[in-house]
């Protein structure tokens, strides 16, 4: 949600104020969306005050582990992604968005072949040393 515009946060205002008390509106962003609700209050102009007063009551922000090889566990967990991977992408990739990047189409193309994504594949595959 940090990418939203001025018109996205009044048109999530309204839909707010009209689903008050139904359902509830939830969104995720990295630390720019704190930013930019931060930026729209100050501003005082299309509605960013009153986005403001809606949301900011309950802003949860999640720690996101530092350490890479912590952060990316989950993930690699989950898909069997061998240590010697698990370093190199750790070494490669910045963020999720990279790592998803990397690792997506490297899995897609082991599938394809039938063999395992594993560390001499993915340096195949892109080229790497």
Do not use: W
Not at 83 to 101: A, E, F, I, S
Not at 104 to 110: H, M, N, S, T
């Amino acid at each position: 949600a940090e990418n939203m515009t001025l018109d996205m946060m009044k048109m999530i205002k309204g839909f707010y104020d009209g689903l008050k008390g139904y359902c509830s509106i939830t969104l995720v962003g990295t630390e720019q969306l704190t930013d930019l609700i931060e930026t729209a209050k100050l501003k005082d102009k299309q509605s960013g005050p009153q986005f403001y007063r809606r949301f900011k009551p309950g802003m949860l922000s999640i720690h996101i582990e530092q350490k890479r090889e912590l952060r990316y566990k989950p993930f690699f967990d989950r898909l069997d992604i061998a240590d010697g991977l698990r370093k190199l992408l750790c070494d490669l990739c910045d963020n999720y968005g990279m790592l998803h990047d990397y690792l997506e189409p490297a899995l897609k193309e082991a599938f394809a072949e039938g063999v395992e994504c594993d560390e001499a594949f993915f340096r195949l595959m892109y080229r790497l040393r």
